[in-house]
């Protein structure tokens, strides 16, 4: 261990070499492979416990759209060996128990502090070192800093007047209550038909009084079709773990799921109806993933393929004009993040479940009994926030990054995030955003992505501290070319027009209600291409400086 471990109370250099901010499914795996470099770090983390997203997002239904088994990490063979996933897409608290699992089983607790919020990060250029400053009060120093701190993290109210006057409980889905919420007999509103309004409606229908959905946008949703893992089941998904990972790093998105090889245009309407019903009918995001390719890249094949999930829309939902409401008419199938859903349109066949249409009769205010529209009031014992986040920015947007010469990252963000890789950001020397913004993890299947950007991050610290080197940064060259790049990548996928948090889109922030480049569209295997391309050639596009002469 470097001297600097210990806290550096009259002993010269920083507190810590490396300072993690993040205890999730990213802060965890980089905290293993920097202790195998035998550096002295600590993780930081504002929740009282680990899991990130997973520590946060209690909510009823709250599960995975990936397949489990291709969700845990894959560093080790003897932790793939000994945990068994009860569900094919397990539910929250099965994943946040496994991440404390390995938490536990690879001791990493020790170098982790909890209810950590950070303020505000600081580089000084003379000791090139980071201060970072907590609401606390302290302010630990370290040599490198890498962000871990999510990319749905920053969870947004809606700018709806008299929030607070509500007197009834009410929660945003991802402070939702570590104790469990009496839902019986209660009147309930809900704001938001996301994934996660999606999945919080399937899930409580049968067990409220009543529950009224205020729906703004609706969603293209498509069945999950969960079920449980047999033991016999989970051995055989062991025995393949070499060959599931490799289908998942030859995928656009890190999935199992990858676009079949036959086009679209080449395939005449019967194929194509065989194939959507096939996909239909299979459990995951095969039916977005494993679609033809053209579905989300082509304006026609796209409004064919809506067309037949518009009239699946149609068979479940008895009411025809409550399933027209539900029919997306904005955009088409796949250009948002598709939620995967549990007898979500056949919610809207009880008695018990109303739905709102916000954009024909607006929400005026909350009151304190409720929700009135611009025709109506509505009284309810419980109101829940599905309204989503201020994603992918919004995290670094709540610390006060200061950079070289008091550049602000927020500043540098304010138009669009600039980064080279995804994983820094000139002006900010000693700084690996982990899952940044315009990075590959963001858009995929999350551990796939940020294994590989956690290694590559690991690889390059290693690279700096066999060199001596003291300070690195990415060039604007570098950035510039990168974000041309994005940019590019954009332009292949309809997605590009879609107002969601894959281009950043959120009504409620200042400034983001328009579409932003955000996320890599240019697939998880290119994007791994990119980056080892950049670290066989010594990393050109990273400034690298050794110590400055005494
Ligand atoms: P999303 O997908 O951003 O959904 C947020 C929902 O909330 C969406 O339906 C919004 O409608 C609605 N919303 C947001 N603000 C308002 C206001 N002011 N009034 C009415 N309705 C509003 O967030 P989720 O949490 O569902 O999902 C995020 C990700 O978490 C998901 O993709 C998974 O990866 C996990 P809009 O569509 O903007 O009209």
């Known amino acids: 261990m470097t001297e600097s471990q210990s806290e550096g109370v009259g002993r010269p250099g920083p507190d810590h070499d490396v300072i993690i901010i993040g205890a999730g499914v990213c802060g965890i795996y980089q905290l293993y ?41 894959s560093f080790s063979k003897e932790l793939l060996d000994e945990w068994n996933w009860s569900e094919n897409f397990a539910a929250q608290p099965e994943t946040l128990g496994y991440l404390q699992h390995v938490v536990e089983r690879f001791d990493l607790e020790r170098h982790m502090q909890f209810g950590c919020k950070v303020d505000r990060v600081t580089w000084n250029e003379e000791a090139r070192t980071w201060t970072v400053e907590l609401a606390d009060g302290r302010a630990p120093t370290c040599r490198f800093l890498m962000t871990a701190i999510g990319l749905l993290s920053a969870p947004t109210m809606p700018t709806i007047e008299g929030v607070g006057d509500f007197r009834g409980q009410a929660f945003h889905t991802y402070y939702w209550p570590h104790e469990p919420v009496d839902f019986s007999g209660k009147r309930v ?74 086009r679209f245009f080449e ?38 393929f809506s067309a037949f999930m518009a009239d699946k829309i149609r068979q479940r939902v008895h009411d025809p004009e409550v399933a027209e409401k539900l029919i997306p008419k904005d955009h088409g199938f796949g250009v948002q993040r598709v939620p995967m ?135 604007a060259e570098a950035e510039r070319e990168w974000v041309d790049h994005v940019r590019e990548m954009y332009g292949m996928l309809l997605l590009r027009k879609a107002k969601s948090w894959f281009t950043g889109y959120n009504s409620n922030v200042e400034g983001h209600d328009r579409t932003r480049f955000m996320i890599y569209a240019g697939g998880n295997p290119r994007y791994r291409k990119r980056l080892e391309r950049e670290a066989e050639a010594g990393y050109p596009g990273i400034r690298l400086d050794p110590a400055p002469a005494a």
């Open 341 to 475: 859903e549990t007898d979500y349109y056949e919610a809207y066949n009880r008695d018990n479940v109303r739905l709102v249409d916000i954009s024909e009769t607006p929400i005026e205010r909350i009151t304190a009994q409720g929700i009135r529209t611009s025709t109506e009031d509505f009284e309810f014992d419980i109101i829940i926030y599905a309204t989503g986040f201020d994603a992918i920015t919004g995290a670094f947007d709540r610390i006060d990054f200061v950079g070289v010469d008091g550049l602000k990252l927020r500043d540098k963000w304010r138009d669009n995030p600039i980064t080279f890789l995804g994983m820094g950001v000139a002006g900010f020397p000693n700084l690996l955003t982990l899952a940044g913004p315009t990075g590959g993890s963001v858009s995929t299947n999350f551990p796939r992505g940020i294994e590989l950007a956690v290694d590559w991050a690991t690889d390059l610290l290693t690279h700096v501290l066999e060199n001596s080197v003291t300070r690195f940064e990415p060039t």
């Open 189 to 262: 509103g809900i704001i938001g038909t996301g994934a996660t309004g999606v999945q919080v409606i399937g899930e409580i229908a049968d067990k409220v009084g009543s529950l009224t959905v205020f729906q703004r946008r609706p969603n293209w949703c498509a069945p999950l079709h969960n079920s449980k893992i047999s033991a016999q089941e989970m051995a055989d998904i062991k025995s393949r773990y070499d060959e599931i990972f490799d289908r998942c790093a030859e995928t656009p998105g890190g999935f199992i799921h990858g676009p079949v090889p036959e």
């Open 33 to 73: 492979r920097l202790l195998q470099l035998d550096l002295a770090v600590t993780v930081l983390e504002a929740g009282d416990g680990v899991g990130g997203t997973w520590y946060w997002n209690r909510y009823p239904g709250a599960r995975f759209d990936s397949e489990s088994w291709t969700y845990g990490y």
């Open 267 to 304: 395939a005449d309407p019967e194929e194509r109806l065989a194939l959507w019903e096939e996909l239909y009918d299979s459990p995951g995001f095969g039916i977005w993933l494993g679609n033809y390719r053209e579905v989300l890249m082509d304006e026609e094949a796209n409004a064919e």
